[in-house]
Nanobody, 121 residues
Framework: QVQLVESGGGLVQAGGSLTLSCAAS????????MGWYRQAPGKQRNMVAS???????NYVDSVKGRFTISRDDTKNTVHLQMNSLKPEDTAAYYC???????????????WGQGTQVTVSS
């Protein structure tokens, strides 16, 4: 089994910063792409940032220049540094990873349980 556990969400004032972390654990052989998604109430879950196994990053336009995604493959973690937060960044944030388990030949997508980020104006 594989688990993704997020941490670091909370309440912050507009203009503030938060860092989200996500740790993958279990029977992990290899991790490919990792990413962060967010979902506001009544809206779809959308990609915020992603990072490939070779470190290539991608961001949704609304967070470019404010958010930074990084990963530590020695610890199977992915982080999202969020600066200059705005009220419209308020959402539940989910991490995702494409993982190959030990003893298998296929990749599967795994999701964390989500962590709430609330930005007050």
């Amino acid at each position: 089994q594989v688990q993704l556990v997020e941490s670091g969400g909370g309440l912050v004032q507009a203009g503030g910063s938060l860092t989200l972390s996500c740790a993958a654990s279990g029977r992990i052989f290899s991790i490919n792409d990792m990413g962060w998604y967010r979902q506001a109430p009544g809206k779809q879950r959308n990609m915020v940032a992603s990072i490939t196994s070779d470190g290539t990053t991608n961001y949704v336009d609304s967070v470019k220049g404010r958010f930074t995604i990084s990963r530590d493959d020695t610890k199977n973690t992915v982080h999202l540094q969020m600066n200059s937060l705005k009220p419209e960044d308020t959402a539940a944030y989910y991490c995702s990873a494409k993982i190959k388990q030990i003893g298998t030949i296929w990749w599967s997508d795994y999701w964390g349980q989500g962590t709430q980020v609330t930005v007050s104006s």
